[in-house]
């Protein structure tokens, strides 16, 4: 069922997709959804999910860009110029910058083997990784059967809410990466130059991402954004039967969700939003701050009041790191459902010795 904020408004090429989704980045409003919830074949769009476990593992630094992997015999038997490919012979030295760049530009399907392989020992350790992220972001209707997307018999699905909850994650919680990675119109590597098959790069304005899909079981999907001014969107497109379905409704619904609603300003990035108390740590509270641009979407020439409340499981447990998210502001605009963005920690604070433990303890029964 589609739930548009004004269907009179709604551009009429996203009636030829079954599903579809908008969400303003800066407050998590959806802005419009057609059965955002019912579970379909990623295809690519499966990449998205390897791209943000090795962003996780460079944040920990237990990833380098400059690392450097070979195609092992297996994987060049099975993926070498298979699908969509960076052409990575067997043996081929090919750093993880490479890898990235490939899998997110040109879709390579064996840049992912080889990524997976280097990064975890092996295909299903790194799929354990993706499944585990999945579950940590709360992704209820998606599991991952493969690192590529390619056909596994139904074993990798994803739901277009899910897919948003990814793009929010990567954007959020790794923008210089995302910047670096995500939404180049070409890509070159060992002579072969190839272009981005994205259907609103370079066309559409703000337009810088994220990732197409497309096999003959699962159609053509799109997990898309923009930015403009400030205000970024996020889109999924998902079983289009043709690529001009698929390029149209993305484009129509992008345009739509900038003309139609205004947007205001809540908290700018970094701006401290509240506190979380902290349990076992050198400090008994951190400050909350604005992952990103925190924004609340009303249609366009009206201005409906906003309710705001800090969400988290407490008391926080020290160690945190500074960077982390580990809250959630929740939004309501006028009378829509309450939607959320992620806060995170805006300090360290490291695990107390047992002195401290024993001040803070004494202080708690006075509190």
């Known amino acids: 069922m589609a739930t548009p904020a004004d269907p009179a408004m709604v551009p009429p090429?996203?009636?030829?997709?079954?599903?579809?989704?908008?969400?303003d980045l800066g407050s998590g409003q959806v802005l419009y959804a057609?059965?955002?919830?019912?579970r379909f074949v990623p295809a690519s769009i499966t990449k998205v999910m390897t791209?943000?476990?090795?962003?996780?593992?460079?944040?920990?630094?237990?990833?380098?860009?400059?690392q450097v992997f070979r195609m092992s015999e297996g994987a060049y038997r099975q993926w070498h110029a298979v699908g969509s490919t960076m052409f990575i012979d067997r043996d081929h030295p090919v750093t993880v910058h490479d890898?990235?760049?490939?899998?997110?530009?040109?879709?390579?399907?064996?840049?992912?083997?080889?990524?997976?392989?280097?990064?975890?020992?092996?295909?299903?350790?790194?799929?354990?990784?993706?499944?585990?992220?999945?579950?940590?972001?709360?992704?209820?209707?998606?599991?991952?059967?493969?690192?590529?997307?390619w056909m596994d018999?139904?074993?990798?699905?994803?739901?277009?809410?899910?897919?948003?909850v990814?793009?929010?994650?990567?954007?959020?919680?790794?923008p210089d990466l995302y910047h670096a990675y995500i939404g180049h119109p070409t890509m070159t590597w060992n002579g072969i130059t190839q272009r981005n098959h994205d259907p609103i790069l370079g066309k559409l304005e703000g337009a810088d991402g994220i990732k197409t899909g497309f096999t003959n079981q699962a159609g053509y999907g799109f997990l898309g954004s923009a930015e403009r001014q400030s205000r970024r969107l996020v889109m999924v497109i998902g079983g289009a039967y043709t690529p001009k379905d698929r390029a149209g409704a993305a484009e129509a619904l992008m345009n739509w969700g900038f003309a139609a609603f205004d947007s205001?300003?809540?908290?700018?990035?970094?701006?401290?939003?509240?506190?979380?108390?902290?349990?076992?740590?050198?400090?008994?509270?951190?400050?909350l701050v604005a992952s990103g641009?925190?924004?609340?979407?009303?249609?366009?020439?009206?201005?409906?009041?906003?309710?705001?409340r800090i969400v988290y499981d407490g008391p926080l447990e020290a160690p945190v790191r500074k960077g982390d998210i580990v809250a959630q502001l929740e939004i309501t605009v006028g009378g829509q459902a309450p939607h959320r963005v992620p806060l995170a920690a805006g300090a360290d604070v490291p695990r107390a010795g047992l002195l401290a433990r024993l001040r803070n303890g004494v202080l708690g029964l006075f509190t």
């Open 153 to 164: 018999e139904g074993q990798t699905f994803v739901s277009a809410h899910d897919l948003a």
């Open 51 to 66: 791209l943000y476990v090795a962003f996780e593992l460079l944040s920990r630094g237990q990833l380098r860009p400059d």
């Open 13 to 23: 090429e996203v009636a030829a997709v079954p599903v579809a989704l908008l969400v």
């Open 166 to 174: 990814l793009a929010q994650a990567m954007i959020t919680r790794h």
């Open 99 to 149: 890898l990235l760049m490939g899998i997110a530009n040109v879709s390579a399907n064996d840049g992912c083997v080889v990524l997976a392989e280097g990064a975890a020992g092996s295909v299903p350790n790194w799929l354990a990784l993706m499944n585990a992220e999945a579950r940590r972001l709360g992704m209820k209707d998606s599991h991952f059967g493969t690192p590529n997307g």
């Open 293 to 308: 641009a925190i924004s609340a979407a009303s249609p366009r020439g009206t201005r409906a009041p906003v309710q705001l």
């Open 34 to 38: 057609k059965e955002p919830d019912r």
């Open 264 to 287: 205001r300003t809540l908290f700018p990035a970094g701006a401290v939003v509240g506190t979380a108390q902290v349990q076992d740590g050198e400090a008994r509270s951190l400050p």
